[in-house]
């Protein structure tokens, strides 16, 4: 069975251009999480949806970051305009029914670099 | 407040020795799960395993092993006789049902294992 499935697994851009990442969760899965990973702040929960619903954007940095999920197969995290802060590894999590509180399934990430 | 503590940053210890990873939360709830993950170089997490706060029993998985002690809000990981394939980094998470936003899904800093041939 297919995982996580993310993608660009890297994207190096220029500050101020838009960015997009993209996740396929795995099928039948009805959460769907997107966290960053950096060496000061660790993990941290970005928003998460269930049944294609967001949920909790709390944790979403500011108006550049926006995150969509259009259907149950498909989410895209968008930043625009890109700033050299938000390089990070920006990984994709997926669950069955059980929210946070059961397995997370992880995508292997996108790492973005901003220059 | 830190929900989760991993005070060990770094680990280094000799192939084959046994090593003990520590993980201290905090929480006000009487419901909570607590998971370990873990993060190989290549970088995708793992789930490794899931504890809820009424089961107290410890864990063993073949060389892993898992210590929950609610007395101590610890939940302590570890691995023996370690093998160079166990070098990664690990986490720690906590996840209050109660605490809204994901069901509260608080990680830790992770520690990072490394495993000397």
């Known amino acids: 069975d297919a995982g996580v499935i993310q993608s660009p697994r890297h994207e190096v851009t220029e500050m101020g251009q838009e960015v997009t990442l993209r996740c396929k969760p795995i099928?039948?899965?009805?959460?769907l999480f997107w966290y960053r990973q950096t060496m000061m702040r660790g993990l941290e929960l970005l928003i998460y949806f269930n049944n294609n619903v967001p949920i909790d954007d709390s944790g979403m940095p500011e108006d550049r970051f926006s995150a969509k999920m259009p259907n149950a197969s498909f989410s895209t995290l968008k930043i625009q305009p890109s700033e050299p802060r938000d390089s990070a590894v920006y990984f994709c999590?997926?669950?069955?029914?059980?929210?946070?509180?059961?397995?997370?399934?992880f995508g292997e990430g996108s790492r973005l670099t901003v220059l | 407040a830190q929900k989760v503590t991993q005070a060990q940053t770094e680990i280094s210890v000799v192939e084959k020795e046994d090593v003990t990873l520590d993980c201290v939360y905090e929480t006000r709830d009487t419901t909570y799960y607590l998971f370990w993950y873990k993060q190989p170089p290549s970088g995708e997490l793992v789930f490794l395993i899931r504890?809820?706060?009424?089961?107290?029993q410890n864990e063993i998985s073949g060389r892993y092993s898992w210590n929950f002690q609610k007395s101590t809000s610890s939940f302590n990981f570890t691995i023996t006789a370690s093998q160079v394939v166990d070098s990664a980094v690990y986490f720690c998470?906590?996840?209050?049902?109660?605490?809204?936003?994901?069901?509260?899904?608080?990680f830790g800093k992770g520690t990072h294992l490394i495993i000397q041939p």
């Open positions: 999590a997926s669950s069955l029914g059980q929210g946070a509180t059961g397995e997370l399934f």
């Open positions: 099928s039948g899965h009805d959460y």
């Open positions: 504890r809820n706060s009424f089961d107290e």
């Open positions: 998470a906590l996840s209050e049902p109660a605490g809204g936003g994901a069901d509260g899904l608080t």
